[in-house]
């Protein structure tokens, strides 16, 4: 099946602690996105990758960190300087195909608390 | 950013019933977008719209891209007990790389 996984479903953090999120695709798409979601709230974007080994920071990007070293994952990090972690965190790609931007598409997301 | 007003913020309706959503913006965009998310989930793609003036169904849901660029709509019929979740309409600007604005949702309940 095709499709955006992204693990763990719930995670739990100290804090000070950094923790990272996995997300994985295998729908070959070029480009890929985290978003954070607050209850109440729509989607917030906090970086999204174009190409392999690039790397854009969003609206939100303050307190965390991304790699893009495989066409396939783009893990998402919290850091200890993001002050309130505590959301559900989305993760999407979409493929670049022509002058029309395609649909993202997104994984189950992961609901970050913070103990 | 960009905002996207997206109304009414909750409804209640009867099974049966048909529902109205909409989005606007000040900003044009040259694509609009409606998802569904359900509860613990990601949002599902509904309808994609990529022409001023389109109109758009799947199966009992209609989604129009507003003449002006600066709105849509999304139309269920006949809504049944799985419609219930919350509605994203998301909207994206040529030369944005694909960036996408959301809405903040339209939480829909269906009544027995």
């Known amino acids: 099946d095709g499709g955006i996984t992204q693990s763990p479903k719930y995670l739990f953090r100290k804090e000070g602690q950094n923790v990272t ?3 994985e695709q295998n729908l070959n798409h070029d480009a890929m996105y985290w978003y954070r979601q607050d209850p109440g709230q729509g ?9 392999v080994n690039d790397f854009q920071k969003g609206d ?3 307190g965390y960190s991304v790699s893009r070293e495989k066409k396939e994952s783009f893990p ?3 850091t200890s300087a993001q002050k309130n972690p505590t959301a559900f965190y ?3 790609s979409s493929q670049s195909r022509g002058i ?14 913070i103990l | 950013g960009q905002q996207l007003n997206q109304s009414p913020q909750s409804m209640f309706i009867q099974e049966g019933e048909d529902v109205s959503m909409n989005c606007t913006s000040s900003s044009i965009f040259n694509t609009w977008l409606w998802y569904k998310q359900d509860p613990g989930e990601g949002p599902v793609l509904l ?23 600066k709105d ?5 019929s006949a809504s049944i007990p799985s419609d219930v979740g919350i509605y994203f309409c998301a909207g994206q600007m040529a030369g944005s790389a694909r960036q996408l604005t959301f809405g903040s949702g339209t939480q829909l309940t269906v009544l027995p």
């Open chain 1, 100 to 113: 029309n931007n395609q649909p993202q598409h997104f994984g189950d997301g992961t609901r970050l608390s």
């Open chain 1, 60 to 62: 939100i990007a303050e």
């Open chain 2, 72 to 76: 849509s709509f999304l139309n269920i």
């Open chain 1, 90 to 92: 989305l993760c999407a």
């Open chain 1, 76 to 78: 998402l990090t919290v």
């Open chain 1, 21 to 23: 999120l996995s997300c």
């Open chain 2, 47 to 69: 309808i994609a719209l990529y022409k001023a003036g389109e109109l758009t169904s799947n199966g009992r849901l209609t989604a129009q891209f507003g003449i002006t660029r």
């Open chain 1, 43 to 51: 989607l917030r974007l906090i970086y999204y990758s174009q190409i």
